[in-house]
């Protein structure tokens, strides 16, 4: 499962050097973070999925708090 996160992030992050607008990407991204144990970088891919489409918050909220429940949304 490792490598397969190691490669949907790659991905992502090609994907994003294009469509940075794109929050469920940012989104996904960041879920693959976590799974990788890369909290830093994954808080950082959810508050931008957020930061795009802040009225969307109740679509990008419930992967970031299962990922960190004890943070809270900026």
Same mark, same amino acid.
């Given at each position: 499962? /490792? +490598? *397969?996160?190691?490669?949907? &992030? %790659?991905?992502? @992050?090609?994907? /994003?050097?294009?469509?940075? #607008?794109?929050?469920?990407?940012?989104? =996904? @991204?960041?879920?693959? /973070? &976590?799974?990788? +144990?890369?909290?830093?970088?994954?808080?950082?891919?959810?508050?931008?999925? &957020?930061?795009? =489409?802040?009225?969307?918050?109740?679509?990008? #909220?419930?992967? *970031? @708090?299962?990922?960190?429940? %004890?943070?809270? /949304?900026?």
């Amino acid at each position: 499962m /490792l +490598k *397969r996160n190691e490669e949907a &992030v %790659a991905s992502y @992050q090609k994907y /994003l050097t294009r469509k940075p #607008e794109d929050a469920d990407a940012w989104t =996904h @991204q960041g879920i693959a /973070l &976590v799974e990788l +144990k890369r909290d830093a970088e994954a808080l950082a891919s959810f508050d931008r999925a &957020v930061a795009l =489409h802040p009225t969307e918050r109740r679509c990008m #909220e419930p992967p *970031r @708090q299962r990922a960190f429940p %004890a943070e809270t /949304l900026r």
